[in-house]
């Protein structure tokens, strides 16, 4: 299926994106934009902005539409990793940070320490920085989850994904209910917590049901939503199976912030979790917790 016009961005240029590239080389840090092969990669590190993958590059899922390297095997944590992810926020002078991670179903906690670790590093180089983390399930334990709270992100974003009745063959290690258990408790237990959650169009569901999801996350009290076309990274993982058009996007952002109630939807062809992140400090100021 040919991408339409509206998909097709020019090639990142390596004098634009070359800082960011040799910074993260430097430090030996992993980012979603390179693991990911996100289509906005040469715009966020032209503008010096990256969403840091930690605990990786091997993922403990393989779920069939994401390029990230499957790894099960047990492998400990690099203690070095929140100082050169904290080095690495100063030397780039973030004002806004999202640090994400692959699943690690491995570990007791799901990477909850790891997570603490690093925003405690962020905050002891960069004070003025806010933190996004974008959080797997961590299989439903709710203690692991408090932990990640406990370092009071800005912004707890977990993604949807897609619609309950795609997720046995989208991600089929995850569990629509639990996501939504994750997202409620967040807002339930730490309000002044901005929540985010997202999701990918065109891998076979309609627009009500997307729709209908965005109903259960606000059913949730979500905040934000992001919503993207999904482009599959290759032959071996899942085909896309529509392309949603822009007037499509337009209407699942009016219907979202008109009709549901979100503080913002974030809807565009190119639109991933983290693109433009850095917007929700404007909904800080004009929504205060």
Not at 49 to 69: K, Q
Not at 122 to 131: E, L
Not at 182 to 209: A, C, F, I, N
Request: charge should be neutral; aromatic fraction near 6%; glycine fraction near 8%.
């Amino acid at each position: 299926m040919l991408k339409p016009d509206w998909l097709r961005v020019k090639a990142p240029q390596r004098e634009r994106i070359g800082a960011v590239a040799d910074l993260l080389v430097d430090l030996k840090l992993n980012t979603v934009c390179q693991e990911a092969s996100c289509p906005n990669i040469g715009e966020c590190f032209a503008g010096g902005t990256a969403t840091f993958l930690i605990m990786g590059p091997g993922c403990t899922r393989a779920c069939p539409y994401c390029d990230i390297d499957f790894d099960r095997s047990v492998r400990a944590l690099d203690p070095s990793e929140p100082e050169r992810l904290g080095e690495a926020v100063a030397r780039m002078g973030l004002s806004h940070v999202v640090i994400t991670s692959v699943n690690r179903d491995d570990l007791k906690d799901g990477g909850a320490s790891q997570f603490v670790a690093c925003m405690e590093e962020v905050r002891r180089r960069s004070a003025g920085t806010t933190i996004e983390l974008l959080i797997p399930d961590l299989c439903g334990n709710w203690d692991a989850l408090a932990a990640v709270m406990a370092g009071a992100p800005d912004v707890l974003n977990h993604n949807i994904e897609t619609v309950p009745r795609l997720y046995r063959h989208v991600r089929p290690q995850g569990l629509y209910p639990r996501s939504l258990e994750l997202l409620r408790r967040v807002h339930q237990d730490w309000p002044r917590t901005y929540t985010k959650s997202g999701l990918m169009v065109g891998l076979g569901e309609t627009d009500s049901e997307v729709l209908e999801v965005m109903a259960d996350l606000r059913a949730q009290a979500v905040d934000i939503v992001t919503i993207g076309q999904y482009l599959s990274p290759g032959a071996k993982h899942l085909a896309v199976q529509r392309f949603v058009t822009p007037y499509r996007f337009d209407h699942f952002r009016h219907e979202g912030e008109r009709r549901l109630g979100f503080l913002q939807v974030v809807s565009s062809p190119l639109t991933r979790s983290s693109y433009h992140a850095g917007e929700v400090q404007r909904l800080m100021r004009t929504h205060p917790r």
